[in-house]
């Protein structure tokens, strides 16, 4: 099993939808959680951090769940520039990162 | 303008021709991280540095050296490179370890023949 699953996707959604990835992770002593874009084969570029707390930026929401060891990211209202490849990242000990696979989402008009 | 720099872009070589992709980060960061990026296999920790002389492996060391022995600077080095180390290769630097976003560089692109 690996130790951060995403959600394959693709994800195609029309402009306007809601649309959620969830992420899960294995190592319950992970200390920190991402999310970031990339598009294209470029380089990923932080979308949010997640806190315990829940986080909002915009139309973007992040949770965490540390019982159930998942996070997820939420998008409203979404635009044709939101089409990217979305990446969780885990943090498990200090210095390792481990990244999930990537979901895929095209928004069309 | 505060930048993970890479070089080179783009490399073309052949088996077994040592090559150094150079990374320079100017944020005055503690932490580097070499990842390697195949389809199919997301991002994968090659290794990473929490500080000037401190390198650890990742998750995928094997046929790969780095050196910290400056803050700014964290090279990767094939001493012998073969056609499985054709990849793209991101370099990346945050502040700290614990709830500090990684900055990444723009990515070499590798190809071994």
Not at chain 1, 25 to 51: G, T
Not at chain 2, 41 to 61: A, C, F, W
Not at chain 2, 76 to 90: D, K
Request: aromatic share 10%.
């Amino acid at each position: 099993r690996k130790e951060v699953e995403q959600d394959p996707g693709p994800f195609n959604v029309p402009e306007g939808a809601t649309v959620a990835f969830n992420c899960t992770y294995s190592n319950s002593a992970s200390q920190s959680f991402f999310w970031y874009r990339q598009d294209c084969r470029k380089e990923p570029k932080l979308l949010m951090s997640v806190y315990s707390s829940g986080n909002e930026d915009g139309r973007f929401t992040a949770q965490l769940n540390r019982a159930s060891q998942y996070i997820s990211l939420l998008i409203r209202d979404s635009k044709l520039s939101d089409s990217a490849t979305y990446l969780c990242v885990v943090n498990r000990t200090p210095g390792k990162s481990t990244f999930g696979d990537g979901t895929t989402l095209t928004v069309k008009p | 303008e505060a930048q993970v720099t890479q070089n080179p872009r783009y490399l073309i070589t052949v088996t077994g021709k040592k090559l150094t992709v150079t990374c320079s980060q100017n944020m005055n960061h503690e932490y580097m991280s070499w990842y390697r990026q195949d389809p199919g296999l997301g991002l994968r920790q090659i290794y990473y540095s929490m500080n000037v002389e401190v390198t650890d492996k990742g998750d995928v060391p094997e046929g790969y050296k780095v050196s910290r022995k400056e803050k700014r600077n964290f090279p990767l080095i094939l001493e012998s490179p073969s056609p499985n180390q054709t990849s793209l290769y991101f370099c990346a630097s945050s502040l700290g370890t614990v709830n500090q976003p990684q900055h990444f560089g723009d990515g070499t692109r590798l190809s071994i023949l």
